[in-house]
């Protein structure tokens, strides 16, 4: 979508999909709404994180919820401002990009371990859609849970904010020392867990018009 033809008064939808095993369970649903809250906030935040500056932190606007679907087929849909979709389809870029990494890492046999390989074996043998996801979703955390992707990771985040002139954003993130930081630092940490955990799940973000 043309992402230019919005403004901070008109709304847009925030989509997150995903073929998720049927095992889900509401616990990890919680979480994955709860990182996308995260992701949103952290959006927000970084339009203009020197409000944080201030000795009383601002209240960040929650998002609207237009349409969930729980099951293996999931679906999160939210009603968000218009003024923050050019950061959000950055945030999705460095979903997408972890993920990419991740998979990358686990093609190239470094992270697999033995029982790994066997369940993936298994469930690629006996065509079980579930467990072969369980085994695609327990591999990337395993990646993404790496000192060299947590730091891939970091870089990424920076860049993409500083690319979109979110260069306070960028300086602020997690552990950042400063006027704010408890603030900054919280709402920053959240944020770069929520890009972690969706690309650990492989959630597919865009954005499109109301």
Known sequence: MNVAILNRTAAAHLVATRKLPDDLSLTEYGDLVDMIRALHRGANWAIDPLMFDTVVAPRLPEARLVRAQYGSDWVLILSISGGITGV???????????????????????????????????????????????V???????????????????????????????????????????PGAVASNGISRALIR???????????LSIEEE
């Open 88 to 134: 959000l389809l950055s945030l999705a870029k460095v979903v997408r990009e972890m993920t990419e990494s991740a998979n990358l890492q686990l093609s190239m046999g470094g992270i697999h371990t033995a029982e790994v390989r066997e369940r993936n074996a298994n469930a690629e043998k006996t065509e079980a859609e579930t467990e072969l996801l369980r």
């Open 136 to 178: 695609q979703i327990e591999e990337r955390r395993r990646a993404l849970e790496t000192h060299d992707l947590d730091r891939e990771l970091r870089a990424a985040l920076s860049k993409a904010l500083a690319d979109h002139g979110l260069e306070a954003a960028a300086s602020r993130l997690e552990p950042f020392k400063g």
């Open 194 to 204: 929520a890009i972690r955990n969706l690309s650990i799940y492989d959630i597919q």
